[in-house]
């Protein structure tokens, strides 16, 4: 299902994989228990902050967990997050990007009580946050689904009816990239013991999809991709803070720009200012709505236009000038390409199965096999490939190569906790272009392929 933001707010995007010659960004993880590790084996290195660094694989990245249990994002809730010292230290720590993950304890009646100020006291928070001298981008994620009847007076209905939809609101507002931590998190009671406080399995599904809204890809406005009809002009060493300090405009309405992507995600950053007006975007030639760029104010970097969970096939956005005196283009943020277990663009060889039906798996589905030999293969176009799939007690080590090159064995066994859309394998830096990775089962009883992400 395709999901569909309009008109974001301010943001300062960074792309987080251009950074390996830049000093260690400090990622903040702000929250409650869920954030400070409660339910984990060992929160120091089972949590999701922990997990989520350990997925980013790189020097580049300083995690910082500043998670404290029983906290509301509520400044009148019995435990409010604006009197921790956490919130002080985060503060003070300088950090370049902020994930606030705050509102699973709001939902509890005696918190609930205020939810006409929780819009409100999100948007406060992102903007201290913002407001720092180290300007940092700020993430949000909705909150984990409550399992079952929940537990602690949190329920699925409060969360999933009324907090989440408000911390979707409050990303709109400010122009927050969101990681859906909600969907992704829904109908895995084994991952959630207590119901609300996830296990290790657990915690490595929310860390993997706010990886996957971390490590999205910036495109610049001069980019080869980006096709411009009609009289633009470029304006470059802007002090205004745009993405790489230059921008694309255009006064005549009518004009517009046309940008070539292969990915599940893509979103539109610009200027909002109070000299722009609206634009109509349109995706793969369809008609998707109207934007409105005017704003009281200037905000750079700003993202408009936000659609993911697209096909993994290749699409065309395009963006026309409509109202004002000007349209801005900035730069385009593109995210992954996912090849489902049943992607047609996979060749087994051997007696695979298929399970479907199962909601922890990607599309809901996982393809299997028992003998060893057997595989699974695809061809991809990308610098950049990895392999999910469901880690579990019955499962052995698979032989990964990449263009023929063994490249090495992964062990998929977990304990007594299965893990799903776990990252198993992941290999970067290939050369832009045309390659194939290859899966080989070598032990265990099972091997599965849940699905393969490149880009």
């Not at 949000?140 to 537990?151: A, E, L």
């Not at 589905?365 to 061809?379: D, E, F, L, P």
Request: hydrophobic letters at 35%; a negative charge; charged letters at 15%.
């Amino acid at each position: 299902m395709k999901s569909l933001c309009l008109r974001f707010g301010l943001i300062s995007v960074i792309s987080l994989s251009t950074l390996s010659t830049f000093a260690a960004l400090k990622v903040a993880f702000i929250g409650d228990s869920i954030t400070y590790g409660v339910g984990s084996s060992d929160r120091t290195k089972k949590s999701y902050p922990v997990d989520t660094g350990r997925l980013l694989m790189s020097s580049d990245y300083t995690i910082q967990n500043y998670g404290v249990s029983s906290t509301t994002m509520l400044k009148k809730g019995d435990h409010p997050y604006w009197t921790t010292s956490a919130f002080t230290n985060s503060l003070n720590s300088s950090p370049d990007i902020v994930v606030i993950m705050l509102g699973s304890n709001d939902s509890k009646p005696q918190n609930w009580a205020f939810k006409s100020e929780f819009l409100t006291n999100a948007e406060e928070m992102i903007s201290r946050y913002r407001n720092l001298p180290s300007h940092p981008t700020v993430y949000i994620n909705t909150s984990p689904t409550p399992q079952n009847d929940g537990n602690f007076g949190i329920t699925e209905a409060v969360v999933g009816g009324e907090v989440v939809p408000l911390q979707l609101q409050a990303a709109e507002e400010m122009g927050c990239p969101v990681s859906d931590v909600h969907s992704a998190t829904a109908a895995m009671p084994q991952n959630f013991p207590d119901n609300i406080h996830p296990n290790d399995a657990g915690a490595l599904v929310i860390a993997d999809t706010v990886y996957e809204t971390l490590r999205a890809t910036t495109h610049n406005d001069n980019d080869p991709q980006a096709v411009y009809t009609g009289s633009w002009t470029v304006s470059s060493g802007r002090s205004f803070g745009d993405y790489l300090a230059d921008v694309h405009a255009t006064k005549t309405n009518g004009n517009s720009v046309q940008f070539s992507f292969t990915g599940a995600r893509i979103d539109c950053v610009t200027e909002l200012n109070s000299d722009e007006g609206n634009v109509d975007v349109y995706l793969d030639n369809a008609l998707q709505g109207t934007v409105t760029c005017s704003s009281p104010v200037r905000h750079a970097q700003a993202t408009v236009f936000s659609l993911s969970d697209l096909p993994s096939t290749a699409h065309t956005i395009k963006l026309v000038k409509k109202s004002g005196t000007y349209a801005i283009v900035d730069a385009f943020r593109t995210s992954y390409n996912i090849l489902d277990d049943g992607d047609s663009a996979i060749t087994y060889s051997g007696s695979w199965a298929t399970l479907s039906g199962r909601a922890s798996d990607f599309n809901q589905s996982i393809h299997y096999v028992s003998a060893n030999g057997s595989y699974a293969q695809a061809t991809f176009s990308g610098t950049q490939v990895e392999y999910l799939s469901e880690m579990k007690s019955d499962k052995g080590n698979v032989d990964v190569y990449v263009d023929n090159v063994f490249q090495q064995t992964v062990n998929c066994t977990s304990g007594t906790n299965s893990c799903s859309q776990a990252t198993l394998y992941r290999k970067t830096g290939l050369a832009a272009g045309s390659h194939t990775v290859k899966l080989v089962k070598t032990s265990g009883t099972y091997m599965a392929l849940d699905a393969l992400r490149f880009q």
